[in-house]
């Protein structure tokens, strides 16, 4: 069974802070998203992450992928209560269906 | 764009009647969706793929006679909750993959169906 394992599961800061959430699997994947899910709401597409060792910038948001395309990480830098949420990384294995990670709670405070 | 809806957004229903849940791509074509269900403060836990034109694939554990799949075009999937129970009492999402150079899959808002 493919398991993604996130890091931290819950993880509150004070505004201006940095942090870093982990994603990682035995296995290998093919791609690699991640999602920030608000309460109520459906989860909402970051990035997607394919080369292995492929590092992208969204804003204040980093997204690695590792060499072996097993593991990714999604730094924030300087968080602002407006990233609070749910993130979920999802693998994709090649068979179209998605392996979500187990989720990384974050609150951040004003 | 790459815009899913869910129609309705919630819905209280009565134990032992039937819930449909619709979703719809808007503004791409899916010949791939897929049902999830999420409790709280959990992570989202796939229930089956709907294929266009063809049966849905249900995961292991998930009753297909009780949760019934049909993919009847392009950009529509339904989910029917049959013979609810309140502990069906969950948040549905759903996702449509778009085929582009990656397999992405984009999230509906989500159905919370609440069975009393």
């Known amino acids: 069974t493919q398991l993604l394992e996130q890091s931290p599961q819950f993880l509150s800061i004070q505004e201006g802070e940095n942090l870093t959430v982990y994603c990682n699997s035995s296995?290998?994947?093919?791609?690699l998203q991640w999602y920030r899910q608000e309460p109520g709401e459906g989860p909402v597409l970051l990035v997607t992450v394919v080369t292995g060792g492929e590092v992208k910038k969204l804003k204040r948001l980093t997204f690695q992928f590792g060499d072996a395309r097993k593991d990714s990480s999604l730094h924030i830098t300087a968080a602002q209560p407006g990233d609070t949420g749910l993130y979920l990384c999802?693998?994709?294995?090649?068979?179209?269906?998605?392996?979500f990670g187990t989720g990384t709670r974050l609150k951040v405070l004003a | 764009g790459a815009v899913v809806s869910q129609h309705p957004s919630w819905v209280i229903c009565k134990s032992g009647t039937s819930v449909k849940i619709e979703c719809r791509s808007l503004d791409f074509q899916a010949t791939t969706m897929f049902w999830y269900r999420q409790f709280p403060k959990q992570s989202l836990m796939l229930m089956a793929t709907?294929?266009?034109?063809?049966?849905?694939?249900?995961e292991q554990g998930v009753e297909k006679d009780k949760f019934l799949i049909n993919h009847a075009s392009l950009t529509l999937s339904t989910l029917t909750v049959t013979s609810a129970h309140p502990e069906d009492s969950s948040f549905y999402i759903c996702?449509?993959?778009?085929?582009?150079?990656?397999?992405?899959?984009?999230f509906g808002p989500g159905t919370r169906l609440t069975v009393l």
């Open positions: 296995s290998v994947f093919s791609s």
């Open positions: 996702s449509a993959r778009r085929d582009r150079v990656y397999n992405e899959q984009f």
């Open positions: 709907s294929n266009e034109g063809s049966k849905a694939t249900y």
């Open positions: 999802a693998g994709d294995s090649g068979t179209y269906k998605y392996i």
